[in-house]
Structures are given as C-alpha cells and as structure tokens.
C-alpha cells in the first residue's frame, strides 16, 4: 500500500465475496455485517474512490482499509461496520430521489419484483422512450439490499464484449479476452444477485451477424441454467424495445432460440407503444400542475405520440425555467410558450420534411 494511498481501489468483486464469507464463516463478522461492507465497497466502486478516500470515511489508514476488504483486518470490525452504518444512512438521506412514480413506472417495479421473486427469466419489451431504463434504475437505487444489478448491452456487440460489460458491471476485471475465465468469475460473483437486469438487449439483434446474436442470447441462457444447475437461481430481466417481441414471435428469426427461455417459465411484460395519459397527468402533478385541457392537452398527446415521455419532460422543464424567469407560479400557458419558442428556434427544411411540427 505504501506510495499507492492515492491509487483507485481495484480489489475484484468476487474476490470480496470470498473474503466476506471466510470471515461470516469464521465468525468474525455477521451476514448483515458483511452486507454493509459489500455495499462500502460498491459505493467505493462505483465513485472511483481511492484507497486514502474510503480511509477518511473510516478514519483509519489507507492500508487498514485495504485490509477491511481482504480479511487481514486488525481489531475488532464492528467498530468499523458502525461507522459505514452510519455513513450509509447519510448518504440514503442525502441522495433521496425526486423520481416521479407513474402507472407505468409501478408495472415495471411489480414486474422486478415477480421476476426477483420467482427466481425466473422475465422479458420486459416497449418502445423507446417510455421509461424503461429510468424505471429500471429506480427499482435498483430502492434495493436496499445491494442485490439488484444493472447490465447495458453495447451496440453491435460480441459475446467478449456482453461478457466484458457483466464483468465491468460487477467490478471485475474485464479487460481478459479469456473468456472461460470472464464466465466463471461471473458465474461466481452472481451468487451476491437475487435480480440481474440486462438493459438494451436489442442491441445484440442490430448490427450482430445472427450467428453472433445466437452465441450471446445462448450464453445469457446458460448462466441462468448454471445458477439453476448449482440450487442458486438468479432473477434474470432482459429489457428490450419491439425488436425482440418480433423476433421471438413464431415467425421471428430467432424464434427456436428464444424459445428455450419461454420452457424455462419467462414471465413477459409487453408495455403499450405509446405512454398512457395517466403518466403524463403524474408528471404534471409533480410539476404542481392541474391536469391539462384544451391546447395543452392536444400537445401533450401528440408528444406521446411522436416521442414518448421524455421530451414532454424536457418541455415541461423548460417551462418551469420560464415561469421562474418571469417570477410567475408555472401554468400551462408556460409549457405552450416553450414549446413555441422550441419550436422557431428548431431548423426545418422542407425538402427534406424535416420539420418540428407545429401544434397549430
């Protein structure tokens, strides 16, 4: 440790896990102890810490919190599992979400919590820019107990590259062009997952040569089944847009390949193409605004339409910086005004019908 106090913390995942089962094994430290010391090192993690960084939160040195993590710990760990306690109060407090909860965003959250709970592969599929990933996420920041994990699927991708992805996802290193090895070292690190969660799965669909979607839809199938084989199943959610509901259809491509999924009891979720009224009235409310009539309304369905939720957001933002600009409390006079003003500013060609169209 010494001349490397500043160097990122790079200790892997399943590593810990090792670790924190020695010590709940030997007695040394509890199951709930052990939570708390994985969830230190996630938030570590995930912010790029340094080893120096975790010290000052522990008040210890760089290399006793180094050996917090690798079991060589001197003294008593309790002391220090307070102090995360503690520390990992403020930080719930502190980062307390302003997510708006739609009609939308409760499906999904029931949806993680059947999949979760019935140990089951779920597909849950939409259109973009209904709230997918937003919703997913949340359900990830309520787990309260660090056991829900969210995988990105990169564009175009290989199975090296999907592997890669889980393996960064879970703080392994996954830089290895091995890929036996990336499989067993997450293999060995889902056992701290009740829900994985694989976010733009169509992305293995768009760009992929179809013999390389077959290898990564297969080896998604597998880890699943290894889990199974081993008496520890994991929930598995594969989030997708329309892409993957038209191939596992029966005249779909993949259609066989995706059917061993449905023989393992997938639960499904097929979410409405356009985002229901009920959402955008709930995110008015958050707003402090009344449901919409006339104009407003007519706008508001016609953003669902043409772009889903997100940019009916995005003007309802601009919106409220209007109204505050004009020291006036937000009405729907504002969320018309921006839209105009969005609208003008907006290039149109029209040869090319590339037109922001008018509500009027």
């Known amino acids: 440790m010494k001349n490397k106090e500043h160097a990122t913390i790079r200790i892997a995942a399943d590593r810990l896990r090792k670790t924190l089962n020695s010590l709940e094994a030997s007695g040394k430290i509890t199951a709930i102890q052990a939570q708390e010391i994985r969830w230190?090192?996630?938030?570590?993690?995930?912010?790029?810490?340094?080893w120096e960084q975790a010290a000052a939160v522990l008040s210890v040195t760089p290399i006793a919190a180094a050996s917090l993590f690798d079991g060589r710990f001197v003294g008593e760990y309790s002391a220090c599992v307070d102090i995360i306690k503690e520390y990992h109060a403020r930080i719930n407090a502190e980062n307390a979400s302003d997510y708006i909860e739609?009609?939308?965003?409760?499906?999904?959250?029931?949806?993680?919590?059947?999949?979760?709970?019935?140990?089951?592969?779920?597909?849950?599929?939409?259109?973009?820019?209904?709230?997918?990933?937003?919703?997913?996420?949340?359900?990830?920041?309520?787990?309260?107990?660090?056991?829900?994990?969210?995988?990105?699927?990169?564009?175009?991708?290989?199975?090296?590259?999907?592997?890669?992805?889980?393996?960064?996802?879970?703080?392994?290193?996954?830089?290895?062009?091995d890929l036996i090895n990336l499989r067993y070292r997450i293999l060995d690190a889902l056992d701290d997952y009740d829900l994985v969660i694989f976010d733009e799965l169509h992305q293995a669909f768009l760009g992929t040569r179809r013999a390389i979607t077959i290898r990564i839809i297969e080896s998604l199938r597998a880890l699943f089944d290894y889990k199974s084989l081993e008496g520890r199943q994991t929930g598995m959610l594969f989030s997708a847009t329309e892409v993957l509901d038209d191939e596992m259809g029966e005249n779909g491509s993949m259609h066989l390949i995706l059917d061993q999924f449905r023989r393992r009891g997938i639960l499904r979720l097929l979410l409405p193409p356009v985002p229901p009224l009920e959402d955008a009235h709930a995110i008015a409310k958050s707003f402090g605004l009344s449901q919409p009539k006339g104009e407003a309304l007519k706008l508001i369905n016609f953003m669902l339409r043409d772009s889903g939720i997100g940019q009916y957001i995005h003007y309802l933002r601009s919106a409220e910086i209007m109204a505050a600009g004009d020291s006036e409390k937000l009405n729907w006079d504002h969320y018309l005004a921006a839209y105009d003003i969005i609208n003008e500013m907006s290039w149109i060609d029209p040869e090319a019908n590339v037109i922001i169209k008018k509500r009027r």
Request: hydrophobic share 40%.
């Open 40 to 50: 230190f090192y996630i938030h570590a993690r995930d912010n790029k810490w340094t």
């Open 102 to 177: 739609t009609p939308t965003w409760h499906k999904i959250d029931d949806f993680c919590y059947a999949v979760r709970s019935m140990r089951s592969p779920g597909f849950l599929i939409s259109a973009s820019q209904i709230g997918k990933t937003a919703g997913l996420v949340e359900v990830k920041r309520r787990d309260t107990t660090d056991s829900t994990l969210i995988v990105r699927c990169p564009a175009a991708p290989s199975l090296l590259a999907v592997y890669a992805e889980i393996a960064r996802a879970m703080h392994i290193p996954y830089r290895s062009k």
